[in-house]
C-alpha cells in the first residue's frame, strides 16, 4: 500500500506538504500541489476529487451580501469551495478575518482594510479585495467604475430631454465615501457635457425622515428638479413614484425617476436604475485569487480592476414601446 511517506520521497516534498495536498487543508504552492498528484497517480495512490478543491474563506460586510450567489456560481467553474463569513464591521483587520481552518486564498467583499492589516492577512494567504475602496499599494482588487455609473445614468437623462436633475444623498456622512465621490463626479461630467448645472441636492436625513422628506420631494417636483436620482435602491422611491402620479404629475413627461443600484422592487416599479454587474465582479475576483493561488499571478502592483455598470431603462425615464 501507498503510504504519504512514499509519496513525499517520489513528489521531493515534506510528509507535512502531501498531507495538506490529499486532505485539502493549508495552502500549498500550485506547482508543489500538482507535484504531489502526479506522484500520488504513479504510485497508485487514489485521490478524493473533493479535497483537491481550494478552499477560500469570502470575508463579508452585510452590504456585500448579493455577491454571495454570484460568487457561489462562479466557485463552481474554478473548482473552488467557499466558506462564508459575515464581518459585522466596514472596518476590516486582519484578525477580524478569524480563520475556522486552513485556506488557500482570500476575498474581502465590501469592506475597507489598512496597508497594514492587508499585509498581516498576505502574509499568510493570497488575497483579492471586491468592491472594497482603500488606498492601499500592491493591492487586488475588483470593483465598479463609478463615475461611469454617475456618467451613464446623468447622460440618458439629460438625452430625454431633462435639464433640472438633482440628486439625493442618504446623509451628509456618506459623501465623503469614495463611491459617491466618484458618482458625483460622473454626474457632473454628463451635465457639463449638456451645458447644464447641478440642480438642488437633497439629504434623506431630513427632520421627520421619510414621512417628511417625501412631502419635500413631492413639493419640489416639477419646479426644483425634473430629474431625480436616488442613491441607493430603496422601496421608498417606488412610494414617490406613486405619489407624484396621483399628484397628476406625468412620468416620465413631466418628471423622471432614476436609482443608483437596482432591485427587484424598483423594477416592478418600472423604475430606470443602473446596477452593478455582479456576475462579471464574482468572475473576476475569483479568477484573480485563482491565479494568485496557482503561481500565475504575482502581486507586483496595484491590479485594480474596474468593470462597466449596466443601465436598465425603464418607463419611470423613458416612455417604453
Not at 483537491?52 to 454571495?68: N, W
Not at 475597507?112 to 500592491?138: G, T
Not at 431603462?313 to 417604453?320: F, K
Request: some cysteine; aromatic content about 4%; glycine content about 8%.
Amino acid at each position: 500500500m501507498t503510504t504519504i511517506e512514499d509519496i513525499a520521497k517520489e513528489a521531493g516534498v515534506s510528509i507535512a506538504t502531501v498531507s495538506r495536498v490529499l486532505n485539502g487543508r493549508g495552502y500549498v504552492a500550485e506547482a508543489t500541489r500538482a507535484a504531489v498528484l502526479r506522484a500520488a497517480s504513479k504510485l497508485g495512490r487514489s485521490v478524493d476529487p473533493e479535497f483537491l478543491r481550494k478552499r477560500i474563506l469570502v470575508a463579508c460586510v452585510p452590504s456585500g451580501h448579493a455577491l454571495v450567489e454570484p460568487i457561489m456560481k462562479a466557485a463552481e467553474g474554478y473548482n473552488l469551495s467557499p466558506l462564508y463569513k459575515i464581518v459585522s464591521s466596514a472596518s476590516l483587520r486582519a484578525d477580524d478575518v478569524a480563520f475556522d481552518g486552513d485556506f488557500d486564498g482570500v476575498l474581502l467583499i465590501d469592506g475597507v482594510i489598512s496597508r497594514a492589516e492587508l499585509e498581516k492577512l498576505r502574509a499568510r494567504v493570497p488575497v483579492v479585495e471586491c468592491r472594497n475602496y482603500n488606498d492601499v499599494e500592491r493591492e487586488v482588487s475588483v470593483m465598479v467604475d463609478d463615475v461611469a455609473m454617475g456618467y451613464r445614468l446623468t447622460k440618458h437623462l439629460t438625452d430625454t430631454g431633462k435639464t433640472r436633475v438633482a440628486t439625493v444623498l442618504l446623509n451628509g456622512g456618506i459623501s465623503s465615501r469614495p463611491h459617491v465621490v466618484e458618482r458625483m463626479q460622473g454626474y457632473r461630467a454628463a451635465l457639463a457635457e449638456a451645458g447644464l448645472s447641478p440642480a438642488v441636492s437633497y439629504r434623506r436625513d431630513f427632520p421627520g425622515g421619510a414621512d417628511g422628506f417625501l412631502p419635500l420631494l413631492r413639493r419640489d417636483a416639477g419646479r426644483e428638479w425634473d430629474a431625480l436620482i436616488y442613491p441607493e435602491p430603496m422601496d421608498e422611491l417606488a412610494e414617490l413614484l406613486r405619489l407624484l402620479r396621483a399628484d397628476g404629475l406625468d412620468v416620465p413627461g413631466n418628471v423622471a425617476l432614476a436609482s443608483f443600484g437596482d432591485s427587484p422592487a424598483l423594477e416592478r416599479a418600472g423604475i430606470t436604475a443602473t446596477r452593478q454587474p455582479l456576475e462579471a465582479i464574482a468572475g473576476a475576483s475569483l479568477f484573480m485569487l485563482d491565479g494568485l493561488m496557482s503561481g500565475r499571478l504575482e502581486v507586483a502592483e496595484s491590479m485594480q480592476l474596474r468593470l462597466r455598470p449596466e443601465l436598465s431603462i425603464r418607463g419611470s425615464s423613458q416612455p417604453l414601446l
